[in-house]
Nanobody
Framework: QVQLVESGGGLVQAGGSLRLSCAAS????????MGWFRQAPGKEREFVAT????????HYVGSAKGRFTISRDNAKNTAYLQMNNLKPEDTAVYYC??????????????????WGQGTQVTVSS
């Protein structure tokens, strides 16, 4: 079982940037696909970005394309979500997760087996 801990959230003005980190325990991190999801108050958890185990393939929700970048450093057991040009509608708790389907692009929460505790991102207008 991989354990995940997110960090890097905070309060930022619209147009600003944040980089979220997801630190993973376990020696098999490099075999898992990674995903970032977010959940705003009163809304369902939403897919944001994902990458395969190698990091070579990525996929984003439409609203994140061109603004967010998912990456990973398997040697450091860490994944990242660089978020630029943030908007108030990006405000949410952000979660990272891993999927055993390492070579696939996974976008459904049901594809992911381990989740972090979440980190709050608040974007003020």
């Amino acid at each position: 079982q991989v354990q995940l801990v997110e960090s890097g959230g905070g309060l930022v003005q619209a147009g600003g940037s944040l980089r979220l980190s997801c630190a993973a325990s376990g020696r098999t991190f490099g075999s898992y696909a990674m995903g970032w999801f977010r959940q705003a108050p009163g809304k369902e958890r939403e897919f944001v970005a994902t990458c395969t185990a190698s990091g070579h393939s990525t996929h984003y929700v439409g609203s994140a394309k061109g603004r967010f970048t998912i990456s990973r450093d398997n040697a450091k057991n860490t994944a990242y979500l660089q978020m630029n040009n943030l908007k108030p509608e990006d405000t949410a708790v952000y979660y990272c997760a891993v999927s055993a389907k390492g070579t696939y692009i996974n976008t459904s929460p049901s594809d992911f087996t381990s989740w972090g505790q979440g980190t709050q991102v608040t974007v003020s207008s």
